[in-house]
């Protein structure tokens, strides 16, 4: 299958094009939780919290309209928009949610954020899920992957991806010569431009 890999980037949505973080911990803070830590991934060890119960919050947030409000991540709209202007073309793939209204709201955060069309196509895979089933449909495309969990960057890797890391506090010690390690978009469009 041809994916136009050269005009083709596949990206994560949360911590990559959306600032996840900032809205579920102002949500969390509104319903009175605090985070202990931020230097994981891990939500349970963030806010001290069991992690059956924890993976319950996420889930909650990710399928409450909240979702369809967060805020762009860093710098993604200008590097976003001018790759997209520049005939690229983005299919998100998100651990979201299956419930489709969620989805919806997460379409309608990135088409009003980045512009209709950007997206040329979302998938939302279930909430926490593994990216397996999203990225299996582009192994061996060389397609670009930028994600922001190592484990996924790593599975991009082991499909036949151009796996892109951005850098977040949970992953700041992770090291991988196989893939780049960027801070922010500008850093992404530099490698591909």
């Not at 409000?69 to 710098?75: V, Y």
């Not at 599975?155 to 922010?184: M, T």
Request: aromatic residues 12%; hydrophobic residues 35%; glycine residues 8%.
């Amino acid at each position: 299958m041809d994916y136009r890999k050269d005009k083709l980037i596949l990206v994560d949505c949360d911590g990559v094009l959306l600032d996840w973080k900032y809205g579920f911990f102002e949500w969390m803070y509104e319903n009175g939780y605090h985070a202990v830590r931020e230097d994981v991934y891990d939500i349970s060890a963030t806010f001290g919290i069991e992690k059956p119960f924890a993976q319950g919050l996420v889930r909650q947030f990710n399928e409450s309209a909240r979702i369809g409000h967060l805020q762009a991540f860093r710098d993604a709209i200008k590097y976003v928009k001018r790759l997209h202007s520049e005939g690229y073309v983005f299919h998100c793939i998100t651990s979201l949610s299956t419930d489709p209204y969620a989805g919806k709201l997460r379409q309608s955060n990135l088409d009003r954020i980045f512009g209709e069309g950007v997206f040329e196509k979302l998938v939302c895979l279930d909430c926490g899920a593994d990216k397996d089933e999203g990225l299996l449909p582009y192994k061996d495309s060389g397609c670009i992957w930028v994600e922001d969990k190592p484990s996924n960057a790593e599975l991009g890797l082991k499909l036949g991806l151009r796996s892109i890391l951005i850098e977040h506090d949970h992953n700041v010690d992770y090291i991988n010569n196989d893939l780049l390690k960027v801070k922010n978009w500008k850093e992404i469009y530099e490698s591909i431009v």
